[in-house]
């Protein structure tokens, strides 16, 4: 039940989980699929990992994640998690920045969509019915701590399909969030 | 939904409840209740305050809260928090430590009982069904981040009623955990 986290790298002793997600585990999730059918091609880098660790699934524990996703852009578009709601709709999930720049894509079923600037002690909560993603806009690793009940579950399928309702795309040496016009 | 932490300190930038804890606050908690009451008199000095930041008490929420538990004794018995089991004891918890060095006191309803070292870094859960304290067994402030779901509640009267089943107890310049005769 002790385990370490390095505050400063996110990095952790234990871990029960690794996801790690390629170019080509993102198929369907970048507006410029062109885009990202060549960098596939060119190596199919890896996007974000994601190191988990957990306890119990079961109902009222929680989990936590330590996410490390890297910079870059598919077409102009940043680099990315999936995003997703939770199956369990009405459960919240918090957010720690430990390192670089991102923010946090929020948007609910009642059309309401925000984001959170993520920058070393941002502290985000993701409400209850949120669907959320983390995009890296700056030019070293996006770092976060995530903790979450175990139970939550995620929901990807609605936003494969359609995505978020908005983009974040590169603009000079920062970034603009647009509609997407696929929404 | 949008908070900052400070990483090295603990020091919240929003803070929606305050708890604070001074000796008096503390009558039935610690053994030595002769020493409690001197302590009283010479000031009633603060044991521990609790920064909780919360966007809602529903279910399915998360909550979380940063300790500052101040460095000190009361008859050799080393300042502690009150400790307590979850109102839905189904409900587990996670401490991140961020300064001092402390002990996370578990333990439940079956006799389990069980105690982690904490120093900046660690991170703990602790699982459904068991009561946690945390210890000062340093000579600065022992600081924790912890995180719950918002609708775990306190319960505080079984605790008060009978303690842990360990006390920690000063020993030299350390530390020793020992059966609490009164449990």
């Known amino acids: 039940m002790l385990n370490e986290i390095d505050l400063e790298t996110g990095k952790l002793r234990d871990i029960k989980n690794i996801v790690v997600r390629r170019a080509s585990d993102m198929r369907g999730f970048f507006s410029n699929s062109e885009a990202l059918e060549k960098l596939i091609e060119s190596g199919d880098p890896i ?10 699934s079961s109902p ?6 330590v996410t490390v996703l890297r910079s870059g852009d598919v077409g ?38 925000k ?15 949120y669907a959320h993603r ?3 806009v700056g030019d070293e690793e996006f770092i976060f701590l995530a903790v979450y009940p175990s139970d939550a ?10 995505g978020f309702r908005k983009l974040v795309m ?11 016009e696929k929404y």
Chains 1, 2 share one sequence.
Not at 115 to 129: L, Q
């Open 76 to 113: 102009g578009e940043f680099y990315m998690t999936k995003g997703h709601y939770h199956e369990k709709e009405e459960m919240g999930e918090l957010y720690i920045c430990l390192r670089g720049r991102g923010l946090l894509l929020m948007q609910n079923r009642e059309g309401d969509v």
């Open 170 to 180: 590169k603009k000079g040496d920062g970034y603009e969030v647009v509609d997407n």
């Open 134 to 136: 983390s995009i890296n």
């Open 153 to 162: 579950g995620h929901n990807y399928g609605d936003i494969k399909e359609k």
């Open 47 to 56: 996007i974000y990992e994601v190191f988990e660790w957990k306890y119990s």
């Open 60 to 65: 009222g524990n929680l989990s936590y994640a």
């Open 115 to 129: 984001w959170s600037e993520m920058k070393r002690g941002n502290i985000a909560y993701v409400p209850p019915g």
